[in-house]
């Protein structure tokens, strides 16, 4: 059973940051893409920053220059650290992995953290 633990949100000022974490049990992560997604109420789920097995990146263009992934596989554990936040990126934030790419580009996840919710106000 795979399981992914997302941490690290909360309610923070324009401009401000946060960082997330996603803690993955019942699979080693070094072998697969892994991803952050984000969905605002209303609004269909959308990918943020996923990265490879080589660490390669890709990022949604609304969120070049302010975000970064990266991964710790000795912690099989995923982060996205968030800066210069803006109101837009108020959602609940999931992790995903993907069991069948080590892409970031093509990721389509098979399992899903709970979320954790990231407001910004303005």
């Known amino acids: 059973q795979v399981q992914l633990v997302e941490s690290g949100g909360g309610f923070v000022q324009s401009g401000g940051s946060l960082r997330l974490s996603c803690v993955v049990s019942g699979r080693r992560i070094s072998a697969y893409a892994m991803g952050w997604f984000r969905q605002a109420p209303g609004q269909e789920r959308e990918k943020v920053a996923a990265?490879?097995?080589?660490?390669?990146?890709d990022l949604a263009d609304s969120v070049k220059g302010r975000f970064t992934i990266s991964r710790d596989n000795a912690m099989n554990t995923v982060y996205l650290q968030m800066n210069a936040l803006k109101p837009d990126d108020t959602a609940v934030y999931y992790c995903?992995?993907?069991?069948?790419?080590?892409?970031?580009?093509?990721?389509?996840?098979?399992?899903w953290g709970q979320g954790t919710q990231v407001t910004v106000s303005s």
């Open positions: 990265i490879s097995t080589g660490g390669s990146t």
């Open positions: 995903g992995i993907d069991l069948s790419t080590t892409s970031a580009r093509t990721i389509r996840p098979h399992y």
